[in-house]
């Protein structure tokens, strides 16, 4: 499979910490996005870096990309509890013919407790 | 002024029946989407359909198939539902990304299906 792998699976912090979650995958990408989930709620998009990229940020989030160890973490900094969700990787990894396809990890579920 | 729609939001079958659920986007994008998100909120590709190609995930039965009436829309019609079938479906949308990758997606609410 070439879907991606979240660490840790669960996170529980208190109001105003830092989260970091961590997603692995196993083949080259065009692209890697973050998205956020909402309990019983759509996905909604967070931030999407490409592969020649190495660092974004995006208001208290900041990605970073490993294209060497196939690797990418999320940083949420000042958490607080509307944080609470569960936050997923998806690649757009390459294959021949096209790019076309987003690919998600099994997800972390980060509770930010007030 | 809703992106990504998705109706109904609770669907309710037997076994056996034959359903649809609906999507709309009014972001005039190229590309649409319907994945499937099981219990343990993994969530999974089934189709990518833009008005010249229709990408089917190789593991989805063809008891599924997606129906694009127009750009601004893709329907997903199951038949003959069974248990397995029970899950979490979602549209998205998005434009078409750069170098033939994709860009952003945006998510309809979701669509709760339950077979009993």
């Known amino acids: 499979s070439q879907q991606g792998e979240e660490d840790p699976q669960a996170l529980s912090i208190q109001e105003g910490e830092n989260a970091t979650m961590n997603c692995s995958y196993k083949t080259s990408i065009n692209n890697l996005q973050w998205y956020r989930q909402n309990s019983g709620r759509g996905l909604v998009h967070l931030i999407l870096i490409r592969s020649n990229e190495r660092e974004k940020h995006s208001g208290r989030l900041r990605v970073t990309l490993d294209t060497s160890k196939k690797s990418s973490s999320l940083l949420i900094t000042a958490s607080r509890a509307a944080d609470t969700a569960s936050y997923f990787c998806?690649?757009?990894?390459?294959?021949?013919?096209?790019?076309?396809?987003?690919?998600f990890g099994s997800g972390t579920q980060l509770t930010v407790l007030p | 002024d809703t992106a990504v729609s998705q109706t109904p939001k609770y669907l309710v079958t037997q076994m056996g029946n034959d359903k649809s659920i609906k999507c709309e986007q009014n972001?005039?994008?190229?590309?649409m989407y319907w994945y499937k998100q099981d219990s343990k909120k993994f969530l999974k590709i089934m189709f990518s359909y833009n008005n010249k190609e229709l990408i089917i995930n190789e593991t989805v039965p063809n008891r599924f198939s997606p129906k694009s009436p127009d750009k601004a829309h893709l329907n997903l019609h199951i038949n003959s539902l069974e248990l397995g079938d029970s899950a979490v479906y979602f549209c998205?949308?998005?434009?078409?990304?750069?170098?033939?990758?994709?860009?952003?997606?945006?998510f309809g609410p979701g669509t709760r299906l339950t077979v009993t």
């Open positions: 998205a949308s998005s434009r078409k990304g750069l170098a033939g990758g994709i860009g952003e997606q945006y």
């Open positions: 972001l005039g994008h190229d590309t």
């Open positions: 998806a690649t757009v990894f390459i294959s021949s013919g096209s790019a076309r396809q987003l690919t």
